[in-house]
Every structure is written in structure tokens, then in C-alpha cells.
């Protein structure tokens, strides 16, 4: 609901700002994530919400609660968490004698469930098993996706752009060369294990302008498997995928620029009637008064408006009567 | 020769002393620079997955990272505080939006006439100055309510007016009319915008009504008499508000056109409504009923108590007496005949 378009006004100008700040943008930043957990978990359920929170901080929220959520079944405790924190991105880490260390990532559209994927953590090894120097936080990092599992199926392709969502931070016009300091790259293997690794990038010299890159994992290293899955309707995605109209760019028609940098524009004429054209007036050329009247009838004539003429004629004659 | 031999042998070992910046890949990566992404379709080895699949994973994100930069180090660059940035593409995957695309503001009934006139906002200045006071005076907030109260400190009485009517209470009236006026036009709107449809009531204080709004006041209050309104007569130049009939007594009803039955069902209905009538059970009558048996079998018990055996209660059931049914009690002595 538009600010203005609220019964109860905002009381104070901070609010309505903090309102006006909630409310759909043209251009959206950076999804916002939060991490939670379920109505149990485990250690390693709890280590890897906490390496993926590192990863994704600032853009991120934990919350410290257990929660008795059961995602696939009902959706709305999350949606009332994501809408209240603004975010569109979840993570909810649970662990149960069914599913055991359990992990579910999905986002939001318009504070509604869009999609989710459930996945088993089979292996883990947190960020703090790697003693080496980390990276810089909030870098936007290099994804890949390896392996050919990822176009195959629907699934596959879902939990992909669930992925290139939850990391892939903002949409940026430059980057820095030099600051690219990050790469998480994504293995499916064809035993459907999906290996998550994260790497610092080195940047070396090699004797020619692009460098020799060297990687150096920092952690964590899960191997996930997944399990339920749940897709969005095609309707709705492309409902959430569509870009606003004021963001697209229109052609811009006529105009060229020539290699000089010189601006040229093409302008449509009307056909112009030659005959209409006011020439240079001459005592001699003007058509006498009988010329005139001839030259009205003959417009006239030629439009074919005869009542006109004729209703004239009869208002000519009753005001000269009178 | 020796010397270009020299050359070229220090030139291979200069190459030599770096690793290679080039990946051989049976099949191409998809890149999307936009998004610093790379999707390689190629299978994996599984035979070096197998001896060592976290090496094997390095070096495979090693080979695409390379591939990727290669690709990034292509594009243009620019020098912006003595940093290397590099302008990226557009992203090419589609990622759905947090929330829907906002839709344009819907104008406001003003709004809307005054963009079909052509009429544009003037800016006001934020100041003015007020001979009277010898101050700027601000177009409002505090200092203008202060500068208001200083400037209105006398009033003056009108003509023709009561001279003992509180004239800075008459101003208030109309100050908190005019706001209470403003926000319920801002709720129109918005109902107007969600179409809800909102019931019209009657006038608000004639001091702030509109024309429309009077003339509304107009054909309600003429049609307010025990008659309708049939015997008014009508006013000079008077016009007939539109839109108040559901407001406007005895003009809602006009018997509505109902097209879709026909005439000869709508009647049949209505012979038939009467004939098959059922009684109908008015539950306040039934109660009030009750109440009464139960203060007359009361009052007649403390009667019986009182005067005992005086008088035997023939009718226990309260029914309502009805003719021919008991006996007639005749006339007690004499007396006029009434007619």
C-alpha cells in the first residue's frame, strides 16, 4: 500500500520515510537475507547458517530463535519474517530424525513464497578450519557453476538462480580489476552432490596483460544433497522477472552522429501545397473582386457543400429584409 | 646473431618464469560478465575427482576463474582515482524482482481536473512579508500560527452580523471544517482508487460546503415533509440535485425496471407471496406476550391470596377472549342505553 494511499496517514516524518523505504522501488538493491532457525538443529546445521550469514553479511540478519516452522507445509510464519525484516531472501537451517541436518534457501515475491529448494548437508567444514587470511566484506565475488547438471533439469536450474540470488550481492555498471577477491563455485556432480567451495582469488603477474590467477580456498566446503523442491509457477516468475518500463531503453529515431562527432538529425516534412504558397505581393496581381467571389463558388463547388451556400444565401436575404 | 639469440632466449625464459594465462576447455563457458558469472556444461574427470576431489575442485575453479578474467580483462577499461575499473554489461540473467514493479501514482480527483484545464502549481515562497507586523512571515508552520495570532489579536464584527457571536470562535469552526474537509476528500480518493464504494451522506457545515453540496441540501430538505415535499413550491431558479435519491426521501421509491424477469412472472410472485402466506414468528412480540402472561398469573396469584375465593379464573390459558364462547355476564342494573 502506497503511502498516500493509507487511511491512517504516518504520524511523523521518519516514519514516513521508513514507510516510503519499504515500499516497491524501480531500481531494488541488494536482496536482503535472513537466517533462522527451525524447531530443532543441530551443530552443523547452526555452524553452516553461520558461515553462509559471514558470506552474505552485510546484507544479512540472523535470528537467534528456534522457530516451529515447517516450511513445506506452511509458509506464512517465514513470509511474516521476511516482510518484517524487508527481505527476499531466507535460509532456515533445522535438523529432525527424518531430515537430518537440513537446510532450506528460498526468496520472496511481493512478501510471498517465489520458491525454495531443501538440501541435505552430507559434509561441512566451516570457515574457521581454514587458517588463512580471509577476504574483504561485502565484495561481490565470482560464481561459477560447474558441471552439466545445472541446465538439465528444472530443479537444477531453479536452485542455480536461487544461488546466483542469494551471493551474487548488486548490480554493478564497473568494477575494480583489482578488487576481485572472491569466487564460490557450485559443483553438481552426477551422484547429485552439490559442492559448494569458496575461494580468495591471487592475482599474479604473467608476463602479459591479463594475470596468472591462482586460488586459495578459504572455506567453508559443504557438500549438500538436495531434497524437496519447491517451484515457482511460470506465471508468477515471469511476473517477478518483469524489468519496469522506465528502466528500458527507447531508440532514439533520426538521429545519428557522423564520425566527426557531429550531430545530425532527420526531420519529416509535410507535403506542401504549391499552390497555396504567398508570393511576393504586386498592385498588378490582385485578383479583383468578381475574381473573388468566382473563386469561392468554385471552393465551395469543389467540396461539395451546397447547403452551406444555400443556408447563406437565405440568411442573406432575411437580414436584408430586415 | 648472437645477440638476438640472447634476446630470444632471455624473452622464453621471461615466459617461462610465469605459468601459462591460457585454459584449453573441450567445450566454451557461458559467461553473463554482468553478474561476474561463468557456467562451465563440461563434464567433470572423473578419475581426478576420485583421487582428490577437493584439488580437483580447486583447480577446475581455477581454470574457470582464469577464463572469466580473461574475459573481464577484455572489456574497456577506465582510470578513476588511480584504480582500474572496468565497465560491465548488462546481466543477462533474468532474477526475479523483490517486490512488483510500482505502479504510477493515481492522480487525485484535483489533479485530475486540473491536468484536463491545464492548470499548474504556482511555488509559493517560503517567506513573505507582512506589512502590518514588519516581519517575514513564513507560508506556515509555527512562526506563521504565532504571526497569526499577533496579527489577529482584534477581530472585526460585520455587518448584519450578531454582535455577540465569538468571531475567533466562528474563525476555528471553519479552520477545523476545512481540515476535516480536506482529509475526507483524501479518503474519496482513495476509495475512489481502490474502488470502494463509499455510501454519500448528507452536507457538511454550509460554511465550507460547495455549491453542488448545497444545492444536494436543497432537494433533501424540500422533500423532508410528511408529504414528500409535494406540496413545496419551487424555488426561483431552482435545479434538482442529482445523485441524492438514495438520500432523498420517498425519491428511492420509484419502482425499479427489472428486465430480467418478466412482467407476468413478478406478478404471479406477488399473488403467490400473498396466498401461500405463512405466519410469520415476530420474536419481540412472542416475548413481550410472554412477559405479560407471567405479570398476570402473578398478579392474579397475589390476588388470590389476598381476597380468597372471591373470584374463580375461568380463561388459565390468557388466550385472547373470543366470542360466543363464554358467558355472557349481562348487564349489572340499569342504565342508559349507549349507543
Request: proline letters at 5%.
Amino acid at each position: 500500500m502506497s503511502v498516500l494511499q493509507r487511511v491512517v496517514k504516518p504520524t511523523t516524518h521518519k516514519g514516513k520515510k521508513v514507510l516510503l523505504r519499504k515500499e516497491p522501488q524501480i531500481i531494488e538493491g541488494t536482496k536482503r537475507a535472513i537466517f533462522f532457525k527451525g524447531r530443532k538443529s543441530s551443530e552443523k546445521v547452526r555452524r553452516v547458517l553461520r558461515d553462509i550469514f559471514d558470506l552474505k553479511k552485510p546484507d544479512a540478519q540472523m535470528l537467534s530463535r528456534n522457530n516451529d516452522v515447517t516450511i513445506f507445509e506452511n509458509a506464512t510464519p517465514v513470509e511474516a519474517f521476511c516482510r518484517k525484516h524487508d527481505c527476499g531472501l531466507f535460509m532456515m537451517g533445522s535438523h529432525s530424525k527424518k531430515r537430518p541436518d537440513n537446510i532450506v534457501v528460498g526468496r520472496m515475491f511481493n512478501h510471498s513464497l517465489l520458491d525454495m529448494v531443501e538440501l541435505n548437508i552430507d559434509n561441512y567444514e566451516g570457515l574457521r578450519e581454514f587458517a588463512v587470511s580471509k577476504i574483504t566484506i561485502g565484495i561481490k565475488p565470482c560464481l561459477l557453476f560447474n558441471g552439466p547438471h545445472w541446465e538439465q533439469s528444472d530443479e537444477y536450474r531453479q536452485l542455480k538462480s536461487i544461488l546466483i540470488d542469494f551471493f551474487h550481492r548488486e548490480q554493478v555498471d564497473a568494477v575494480r580489476l583489482q578488487g576481485i577477491e572472491h569466487t564460490i563455485s557450485f559443483n553438481a556432480l552426477p551422484d547429485g552432490k552439490i559442492c559448494l567451495r569458496s575461494y580468495k582469488v591471487l592475482l599474479k603477474k604473467s608476463g602479459v596483460r591479463e594475470p596468472r590467477v591462482e586460488l586459495e580456498e578459504i572455506g567453508p566446503r559443504i557438500n549438500f544433497t538436495l531434497r524437496r523442491t519447491k517451484l515457482p509457477s511460470p506465471d508468477l516468475m515471469k511476473e517477478a522477472c518483469k524489468k519496469p518500463g522506465e528502466l528500458k531503453v527507447h531508440k532514439k529515431k533520426n538521429i545519428s552522429t557522423d564520425s566527426l562527432g557531429t550531430t545530425h538529425g532527420r526531420i519529416h516534412m509535410g507535403k506542401q501545397d504549391i499552390q497555396k504558397i504567398q508570393t511576393r505581393k504586386m498592385k498588378g496581381l490582385k485578383k479583383t473582386s468578381e475574381e473573388r467571389i468566382a473563386l469561392k463558388r468554385k471552393v465551395l463547388r469543389e467540396s461539395g457543400d451546397v447547403s452551406v451556400k444555400r443556408r447563406r444565401s437565405v440568411s442573406r436575404g432575411s437580414s436584408s429584409s430586415n | 646473431m648472437d645477440v638476438v639469440n640472447e634476446i630470444l632466449g632471455n624473452s622464453s625464459k621471461e615466459s617461462n618464469k610465469y605459468k601459462p594465462v591460457t585454459v584449453k576447455k573441450h567445450l566454451e563457458l557461458e559467461y553473463d560478465l554482468g553478474t561476474l558469472l561463468a557456467v562451465d556444461p563440461n563434464d567433470f574427470n572423473i578419475d581426478l575427482y576420485s583421487k582428490n576431489p577437493n584439488e580437483y575442485f580447486l583447480n577446475l575453479a581455477r581454470d574457470n576463474t582464469q577464463l572469466l578474467l580473461n574475459k573481464l580483462w577484455e572489456l574497456p577499461t577506465e582510470r578513476v582515482e588511480e584504480a582500474v575499473m572496468v565497465k560491465l554489461p548488462p546481466p543477462k540473467t533474468a532474477l526475479p524482482r523483490m517486490k512488483p514493479v510500482p505502479k504510477p501514482r493515481p492522480l487525485t480527483k484535483w489533479q485530475k481536473f486540473a491536468k484536463e484545464k491545464g492548470i499548474q502549481k504556482k511555488k509559493k515562497p517560503k517567506l513573505s512579508w507582512d506589512d502590518q507586523l514588519k516581519k517575514w512571515v513564513p507560508l506556515y508552520g509555527f512562526k506563521k500560527a504565532k504571526a497569526e495570532k499577533e496579527k489577529n489579536w482584534v477581530l472585526e464584527v460585520p455587518q448584519n452580523a450578531d454582535p455577540n457571536e465569538d468571531q475567533f470562535n466562528k474563525k476555528l469552526v471553519a479552520k477545523t471544517e476545512n481540515v476535516s474537509k480536506n482529509d475526507l476528500q483524501r479518503l474519496r480518493n482513495i476509495a475512489k482508487n481502490k474502488n470502494i464504494k463509499v455510501p454519500r451522506f448528507g452536507t457538511s457545515n454550509p460554511e465550507v460546503s460547495s455549491a453542488k453540496d448545497l444545492k444536494a441540501a436543497i432537494t433533501i430538505a424540500k422533500a423532508s415533509t410528511a408529504s414528500l415535499g409535494k406540496f413545496q413550491d419551487k424555488l426561483h431558479k431552482e435545479v434538482e440535485a442529482k445523485g441524492v435519491s438514495a438520500i432523498t426521501p420517498g425519491a428511492s421509491r420509484k419502482r425499479k425496471m427489472t428486465p430480467l424477469e418478466p412482467e407476468n412472472k413478478l406478478n404471479m410472485n406477488i399473488v403467490e407471496s400473498i396466498l401461500n402466506k405463512k405466519p410469520r414468528l415476530d420474536v419481540d412480540k412472542a416475548v413481550a406476550k410472554q412477559l405479560q402472561t407471567n405479570t398476570f398469573v402473578e398478579n392474579s396469584q397475589q390476588k388470590q391470596g389476598t381476597s380468597k375465593g372471591s373470584q374463580k379464573i375461568k380463561n388459565k390459558t390468557n388466550k385472547k377472549p373470543k366470542g360466543s364462547k363464554g358467558h355472557r355476564a349481562g348487564k349489572k342494573g340499569g342504565g342508559r342505553k349507549r349507543r
